[in-house]
Every structure is written in structure tokens, then in C-alpha cells.
Nanobody, 124 residues
Framework: QVELVESGGGLVQTGGSLKLSCAAS????????MAWFRQAPGHQRELVAR????????FHVDSVLGRFTMSGDNNKNSVYLRMNSLQSEDTAVYYC?????????????????WGQGTRVTVSS
């Protein structure tokens, strides 16, 4: 079993920055990929960024490219999401996810373990 705990969410003004953290514990040796997803009010949960540990590749979706940066440690114990130039459309609950058997690592079903989420609110 893997436990994930997110932190770092909060209220920020448009154009501001936040850094989210996700701490993993338990059987972290099982993890081969981790990701940040978000779910805005009235919308489906969507991928924000993900890391694939087999080759260290990190991917960001187009809507956050150049503004958000995902990073992680080599021990698979922590991942982070640095968010700059935040906009109102970034308001959402952000979830950390971890998986063992992914392929594209872009879909929710590829992640078996989920955190409880941390809320980010961007106000003007």
C-alpha cells in the first residue's frame, strides 16, 4: 500500500505562485509513475503533469506548460508542483497520484493510489 499526502494549497491572487508538495509513504518501491491531476468545479478531473520513473521523463499539459513545473526526488518519496503565473482557471482541487503499471501515464486508471487533494483558489 502507498499513502499520499498533499500540502501547499491555498488562496492566491492572479499572477501569484504556489508550490504543492506530495509525500509518499509505505510501499514506495512499487511506484513507477506519479502525477498531479486537478478537478475544477463542474469539470472532470484532468492531468496536469506526470513523471515516469523508468527514464525520468516529465510531461506537462499544454495549458500549464511554461507556468507549472513538476519535480521529484529519486527515492520516489516526494513530488512537487511549482505553479507560477496562476490564473483563475487554475482554481481546482489538486490531487497527487501514484501508479505501478502505467503505460502512457496520462490516464486516471493508470494510477492506483491517490491523495486526498489540496485546494487551490486563484482570485482576482
Amino acid at each position: 500500500q502507498v499513502e499520499l499526502v498533499e500540502s501547499g494549497g491555498g488562496l492566491v491572487q492572479t499572477g501569484g505562485s504556489l508550490k504543492l508538495s506530495c509525500a509518499a509513504s509505505g510501499s514506495t518501491f512499487k511506484i513507477n509513475g506519479m502525477a498531479w491531476f486537478r478537478q475544477a468545479p463542474g469539470h472532470q478531473r484532468e492531468l496536469v503533469a506526470r513523471i515516469r520513473y523508468i527514464d525520468g521523463n516529465i510531461f506537462h499539459v499544454d495549458s500549464v506548460l511554461g507556468r507549472f513545473t513538476m519535480s521529484g526526488d529519486n527515492n520516489k518519496n516526494s513530488v512537487y508542483l511549482r505553479m507560477n503565473s496562476l490564473q483563475s482557471e487554475d482554481t481546482a482541487v489538486y490531487y497527487c497520484a501514484a501508479g505501478q503499471y502505467g503505460t502512457s501515464w496520462s490516464e486516471e486508471y493508470e494510477y492506483e493510489y491517490w491523495g486526498q487533494g489540496t485546494r487551490v483558489t486563484v482570485s482576482s
